[in-house]
């Protein structure tokens, strides 16, 4: 399971097309891929696991979101200012 | 790119360009030829000395010219809605780049792998070399991989901008706190330019976009030095 996921973050090129977002406005994909990063660290990190399965939402949201709105958010989420739920 | 005294579309450098350059002659020769029809008519009507008072209605000819044109919108609609959903096809793209409007100048960013980004300013013209185009160059270009499925991901820093590159069909406005998807491929290797097309304060005119395709070896070459210099 966990080779199979390795091969495919191996295999990434960039963010595949989301059935979820088909429209020309992806913004909602970026933020959303970003928030599940955080998520899904956040919750591995409390049961003590390895955060492996998090790096495709990273990797997705590193190929979507414009650099300034991530630095953005970061520093939000440093400050504890940050609006989304994580 | 564009040319003194230019009448048509430019030269397409993707397929769905050109797509939309034959549908454009297409339609354009159905007005011309309408056109020229009535024209006809008109001064025919004019100048002609036959005439009778008497000719009230005809269902023959009234027939023709409801169904006659009613074909004609038929057949320039089928070959728009084809092309209107091959736009819209699911494609599966090998590079995403963002392309951020600032006041101005644009941004490129490629964070697929490693975080490269870089501006993009136009060259004043008294800095231009011999054979640079006036108004249309930049100091660094967004380059790609020809004949790849490139996604580009468009927003912008302050006030709305547009990217704009008619060679390869291509329009997205670029407006803060919103990331707008546009596709493409490039069908040819080339240097395709376009100009900011949403106003966007006093310089608004002098910030273009400069598309560079080139092979993949080049491209990755391209990239690896530009992480150097950053």
């Not at chain 1, 899904?40 to 590193?62: D, F, G, I, M």
Request: hydrophobic share 40%; net charge negative; glycine share 4%.
């Amino acid at each position: 399971m966990s080779g199979k996921f390795e091969e495919k973050i191996k295999k990434y090129r960039t963010a595949p097309f989301d059935a979820r977002f088909p429209n020309t406005n992806q913004t909602r994909n970026c933020y959303q891929n970003y928030l599940d990063y955080h998520r899904c660290n956040k919750v591995l990190s409390a049961k003590k696991q390895k955060t492996t399965p998090c790096e495709w939402y990273r990797r997705v949201y590193k190929s979507l979101c414009p650099i300034a709105w991530v630095q953005k958010w970061d520093d939000q989420r440093q400050s504890g200012t940050f609006a989304g739920r994580i | 790119m564009a040319h003194p005294s230019q009448l048509g579309f430019q030269d397409a450098a993707s397929p769905v360009m050109e797509e939309l350059l034959h549908f454009h002659d297409h339609a354009l020769m159905i007005v011309f030829l309408i056109s020229t029809l009535v024209l006809y008519i008109i001064v025919t009507m004019v100048v002609t000395k036959l005439t009778d008072k008497l000719i009230l209605d005809s269902q023959e000819i009234e027939i023709i010219w409801t169904l006659l044109p009613a074909m004609i919108l038929i057949l320039i609609a089928l070959p728009s809605l084809r092309i209107l959903y091959l736009m819209d096809e699911i494609n599966d793209p090998h590079l995403t780049i963002k392309a951020m409007g600032h006041q101005w100048y644009w941004s490129y960013e490629y964070t697929d792998y490693e975080d490269l980004g870089f501006d993009s300013y136009m060259i004043p013209t008294q800095d231009l070399t011999p054979g640079q185009f006036r108004l249309l160059e930049a100091d660094h270009r967004m380059v790609i991989p020809v004949e790849s499925p490139i996604r580009v991901l468009i927003s912008a820093d302050d006030v709305l901008h547009s990217w704009a590159v008619p060679c390869l069909g291509i329009k997205m406005d670029a407006v803060p706190g919103r990331l707008n998807q546009t596709a493409f491929i490039t069908s040819r290797p080339g240097v395709f330019y376009g100009q900011c097309s949403e106003i966007c304060g006093a310089n608004h005119s002098f910030m273009p976009i400069v598309v560079e395709a080139v092979p993949l070896e080049h491209f990755e070459n391209w990239s690896s030095m530009m992480l150097e210099d950053t």
